[in-house]
């Protein structure tokens, strides 16, 4: 089948890659003419596992191109994907002006049927819109055209996103009629052999099916740290509370494990919009209000563990980071926790030392050139001179480190761990005064 995917950011790009992998000929179109250009190039925005090898390969084979001409991505094809940003806006709604203006630009150039799949993450309500903008540049136009809107959400996990959309869980697919099923069957049938994972409904239902899903998952980690501090408080260890209550097959084990705080480019933004479009029928969230106050106050947590630990004396220190994107096997950044725990850390006069496998391009362009922050090429590194160590990030490579080696390194002998990745009574036995999540009374090193 021949594709168009308008918006070539983290979704885009790799429901564009997957695609061209079985078989279609897919075009991208971004207004980004370096970003156009750096991907002929072999240059990819992202980093994310498996997909710099497979863009490389499908556009050497030509079933994969990048464009900036508009008109020429609707001539391409048959189906339309639009897959372009929904930023926050100020009370926290989705920006809906990228997503309309691509249907505007597809209704402009078409001048055959079209299917236009709604893969950005939109309100409810938002396939009424984009209808509605096609409808009306068609009618101004004088042109007669066939067109259908679905909405066909992803659920994509950062880290490991083309295993996501090569072997999709399920494949939502909302429509307002029976007409544009066989064709979503066609596209995604490469997908769905093994089983039938492809599920009908409205398109209502389908745009409230991918809001609600990533806020139960965002709900599941604001409770389990709630639970934790409340461990804390009662003396309990929140790793054997989430063991036991994963073992229930009805609570299960994903998406219960306490840090501090979640990030990244969908749970934050996705519990914000649906909060606000609540609030805009009127109705009051009470539990997702809940989940985005305990992840907001939950980012503070390290920050308040270190300001404790050195009795507020803060000015001077220096402080080693482990981890600085919000999750392995991505560079992103976006709502980090480690961004909170740096700018908590630099208001007090505190300097970091920081060391992260991916993200410490993401780190300078974020921040610049600051005296008060270095970016160090091994964990190791970091440690150097350092009054404690902080890990904000649970990368494979920070779960079995050389302890004598950090030890020696820093200056006292202190782990704030934001991930829970060690076992506070080993680092107690080794010397360590260990802080972490939920974990009962602080593990103060042995006599």
């Known amino acids: 089948m021949k594709v168009t995917v308008f918006g070539i950011g983290y979704v885009g790009l790799v429901q564009a890659a997957v695609l061209a992998e079985v078989g279609h000929q897919v075009l991208c179109v971004d207004v980004n003419a370096e970003r156009v250009e750096n991907l002929k190039k072999g240059i990819i925005p992202i980093y994310e596992p498996g997909l710099t090898p497979l863009v490389e390969k499908h556009f050497a084979s030509g079933y994969l191109n990048f464009t900036t001409d508009a008109q020429a991505g609707v001539l391409h094809g048959d189906v339309q994907f639009i897959a372009v940003g929904t930023p926050p806006d100020e009370d926290g709604s989705a920006d809906l002006q990228y997503v309309l203006a691509v249907a505007k630009t597809i209704a402009t150039y078409m001048q055959s049927p079209k299917v236009v799949i709604d893969k950005s993450t939109v309100p409810v309500g938002t396939a009424d819109k984009v209808r509605a903008a096609i409808a009306s540049v068609l009618a101004e136009r004088g042109q007669q055209l066939d ?3 679905v909405s066909n959400p992803e659920f994509l996990k950062e880290g490991a996103a083309v295993n996501d959309c090569m072997r999709p869980d399920r494949i939502i697919v909302g429509t307002y009629d029976e007409r544009p099923k066989d064709l979503m069957r066609e596209l995604y049938e490469p997908f769905n052999r093994n089983h039938d994972k492809m599920i ?26 709630e639970m934790a501090n409340l461990a804390e408080l009662l003396g309990a260890d929140i790793e054997a509370v989430r063991k036991g209550i994963g073992s229930d097959p009805r609570i299960g084990y994903h998406f219960i494990y306490p840090g501090c705080g979640y990030g990244g480019s969908c749970f934050p933004k996705d519990v914000q919009a649906l909060i606000r479009s609540s609030e805009q029928m009127g109705y009051s969230p009470k539990v997702l209000q809940a989940v985005e106050a305990v992840n907001n106050k939950q980012k503070y947590k390290l920050p308040e563990l270190i300001k404790q630990h050195f009795d507020t004396e803060l000015a001077g220190k220096t402080i080693a980071l482990w981890g600085l994107s919000f999750k392995p096997n991505t560079d992103d950044m976006r709502e980090a926790s480690s961004r909170v725990l740096m700018e908590q850390l630099w208001a007090a006069g505190v300097k970091v030392q920081a060391y992260d496998p991916e993200a410490m391009e993401e780190t300078q362009r974020i921040y610049g050139v600051r005296d008060d922050l270095t970016l160090v090429g091994t964990k190791e590194a970091a440690l150097k001179g350092a009054d404690a160590l902080v890990i904000c990030t649970e990368w494979q490579q920070f779960r079995a480190p050389d302890f004598d080696l950090i030890k020696s390194q820093l200056r006292q002998a202190v782990i704030f761990d934001g991930r829970n990745l060690y076992d506070p009574r080993r680092l107690a036995q080794r010397g360590f005064i260990y802080y972490a999540i939920g974990r009962g009374e602080t593990v103060r090193k042995s006599s």
């Not at 398109?203 to 740290?225: D, H, P, Q």
């Open 147 to 149: 067109f259908d809107v």
């Open 200 to 225: 009908f409904m409205d398109v209502r239902s389908a745009e409230l099916t991918k809001y609600a899903a990533n806020c139960m998952l965002a709900t599941k980690i604001s409770f389990m740290n």
